[in-house]
């Protein structure tokens, strides 16, 4: 290849052809998913100003803190406007992520979704979306075409097919290769391991269906870091384990360590050393210092679930949720029971009726005081909970039935609001069915 692939972090690497050099994902050092997750290598300051130094583009797949991190736009927003650096975002509806860019001063272009965008004559940009908030970047230089999946769920026949109707086969896939969520609870292993699984299937269809030369499996080299969730990291998956899965099919499967680097003229890859690399780093997991939550006082968790309820209540027809409530025949906008584990209470709240009280019934969930007040303080607060796996479920269908109420935010997040006009949106309301299925049907009973 004339185009090279060159590996930095996680999620993040730089394809570089001629005059462009587009890095991806930026996501370097500190945690992610609120004290969730952290990186199983980090790079050094000194390391992030020299790749900022050859950097001409800077695509975001997505706004999950491990692929849009905030800490490194803030910490160098200089250099990114000194070296007049374009970041290149989905075309979405809430602006929420090109606002806070340009509020930072930094020059931003939003990629209007299936459309082709030349940086160049010869280097060529379409992004894709993909679910709710993802979204996948083909990109097509001097005619060697490099997909871009990250954290896009494309794994069944179809969806593949829809998506290279548009990509067609490319020479380098770049996809995720390890689950990256709550998967059912310290008890539910099974879970856990089906999940690993599953992600070597996914990649086995995405091989077989966009016939790429080359596999580079990414985005997964992250552990679960906090004392609460860690148990999650007992069944993820290992670059050694998408060899050995791999290792028959027809593309050539390139682990990459950081700084390794596929194509150009200074190509330098070694599936050894990075397998050699990063097993080093799996290993030292157990050494490493896990994060944890603090008290919150119950006085503040109120306080902070009032603001919430306001918030859900300026953007959603209160009165028509309570209506759906009563009538619909899918239970949905009900009272969520959490046990908060440092304060030793259990609480029952309710938004549309802005009620929030100590009660002795069963909780769906127990979580640290920390976790909840996360969740009521930020709009994106219950899709980190999923994410960071950061609680457990206390009785059968306690996570799935507390989602048809705190998923809300996730809604309105992605320009979706509870309105008359909603009603109406099957497509909105099959995907978000869907998506609660699959995960009803994985939960062992309890």
């Given amino acids: 290849m004339n185009t090279s692939i060159e590996f930095i972090n996680h999620a993040c690497v730089i394809i570089k052809s001629d005059e462009v050099s587009l890095l991806s994902d930026p996501w ?17 300051e000194l390391e992030i100003e020299k790749i900022l130094s050859k950097i001409t583009h800077i695509w975001i797949s997505h706004e999950h803190p491990d692929h849009f991190s905030i ?20 075309e979405t509806k809430d602006k929420r992520v090109i606002n806070f860019l340009k509020n930072q001063g930094i020059d931003c272009e939003e990629l209007t979704l299936n459309k082709k965008i030349y940086l160049t004559k010869t280097f060529s940009l379409t992004c894709i979306k993909d679910g709710f908030y993802d979204s996948a970047l083909l990109i097509n230089s001097n005619n060697e075409k490099i997909l871009n999946l990250n954290d896009c769920e494309i794994n069944s026949q179809s969806r593949i097919d829809e998506v290279n109707s548009i990509t067609e086969n490319v020479d380098v896939l770049l996809t995720q290769f390890s689950f990256a969520a709550w998967k059912g609870g310290k008890n539910n292993k099974k879970w856990r391991s089906e999940a690993a699984k599953e992600k070597i299937e996914t990649m086995k269809k995405q091989i077989e269906g966009f016939k790429p030369k080359y596999i580079i499996p990414f985005a997964s080299f992250i552990y679960f870091s906090n004392i609460e969730n860690n148990y999650l990291n007992d069944a993820i998956n290992k670059p050694q384990v998408v060899i050995d899965e791999l290792k028959n099919l027809d593309s050539q499967i390139v682990v990459m360590k950081p700084n390794d680097i596929l194509g150009g003229e200074n190509q330098k890859i070694s599936n050894s050393e990075a397998l050699n690399f990063w097993e080093t780093k799996y290993n030292s997991i157990n050494n490493k210092k896990l994060n944890y939550f603090e008290k919150i006082p119950y006085d503040e968790i109120f306080a902070n679930f009032q603001i919430y309820s306001q918030r859900i209540e300026k953007k959603n027809n209160f009165w028509l949720m309570r209506i759906i409530r009563i009538i619909s025949p899918i239970s949905v906008f009900k009272p969520v029971i959490v046990e908060i584990l440092d304060l030793n209470i259990n609480v029952e709240f309710d938004y549309l009726n802005k009620k929030f009280f100590q009660t002795d019934r069963k909780p769906q969930l127990s979580m640290k005081s920390e976790s909840l007040n996360f969740l009521f303080k930020n709009n994106f607060g219950f899709d980190t909970l999923t994410v960071n796996g950061c609680f457990e479920e206390k009785k059968k269908d306690g996570f799935v039935s507390s989602t048809k109420t705190l998923a809300i935010e996730n809604l309105n997040n992605l320009g979706i609001y509870i309105s008359f006009k909603t009603l109406f949106n099957f497509e909105i309301i099959k995907l978000f069915l869907s998506r609660l299925y699959r995960v009803s049907k994985k939960l062992n009973p309890l």
Wanted: hydrophobic share 45%; net charge positive.
């Fill in 28 to 44: 370097f050092e500190g945690d992610a998913f609120h004290k969730g997750w952290n990186l199983l290598h980090e790079t050094s």
């Fill in 71 to 90: 800490l490194f736009f803030k910490k160098f927003k200089l250099r990114i406007i000194d070296q007049s650096i374009k970041i290149l975002f989905q």
